[in-house]
């Protein structure tokens, strides 16, 4: 009797130990709220309400962000208020004249230069002739009629002087040197157009000129080659011409505006200048 009661301690003694060596920490885990150790829970809840109070809060992360942008961005400002290059007109200037560099304008350039041309061909026939006809007289006004170019020069720095010690270009010296780039690659083509518009302008003046004359008196004067003669030299200098005409008279200005002649056959002969002009003319090219 006394050996089975021992037994059965003996068996549950053994159970008991059985038991305790099956537990693990791991399948201790509760299924709902915190697990507490053999020891107790006081002073892990006291640890982790100590943690939650000294983690940051959301709100004090976006603060100490926008804090730090806030900085950052004040500090990049006063770096590039602090960086900035100023820069002012430097001395050197540049000058053109803007109607040199326009094809229009060249293009009535040409003209002009063919009117002026005409008129120093209808001015020389006009002087030529006894009795210049009313044509000719009209034609030597309409050529004389120029048309005159008005315009003051472009003025601007070539370059600009800068705090960083460099010089830099002016933005109006850059668009100068394109548009002078440009003019001169196109100046071949238009030289050869404003030649062609010459030579039209010419022809027709020349055409109007020949059309005149067909239907006029053509007599001329008696041309004569002009030597002036300047002896005295000064702010009072006085030139006279000496004259040595087709007729074989030999002439020279004389005083009170008249002219004083030695004709071929040896007579002299006094004209005013006036009737000098009637029957001679100086001869001039063109």
Known sequence: MNLRKHWKKILLTTTAFFWAGCHYEDDAQPLYGVYCPP??????EIESSSSEASAPSSSSVVESSSS?????????????SSGEVTCAPGDSLVS??????????AKM??????????FNKVDSIHNELLTPPQCLADLRQQLND???????????????VCSDGTTRPTKEYQEYLQMKEEWEAN???????CQKIYDEKLEVIQQKI?????????TKKIACEIEAMCPVYGTNSTCSNNYNCEDGAECWDSTNKTVRCTDGN?????????????KYYGKRNY
Do not use: H, M, W
């Open 266 to 278: 040896g007579n002299e002969v006094t004209y005013t200048e006036e009737e000098f002009k009637a």
């Open 210 to 218: 020949k059309k005149c004359l067909s239907n006029s008196d053509t």
């Open 109 to 118: 350039n040409a003209e002009e230069r063919a009117k002026r041309t005409g």
């Open 39 to 44: 020891e107790g829970c006081k002073n892990q």
């Open 146 to 160: 120029f048309v005159a170019l008005y315009g003051a020069p472009v003025n601007f720095p070539k370059d600009s």
């Open 96 to 105: 053109y004249y803007p109607p040199s560099y326009s094809a229009d304008i």
């Open 187 to 193: 100046k071949p083509a238009l030289d050869a157009e």
């Open 68 to 80: 730090e942008t806030l900085e950052s961005s004040s500090s990049e400002s006063t770096s590039s």
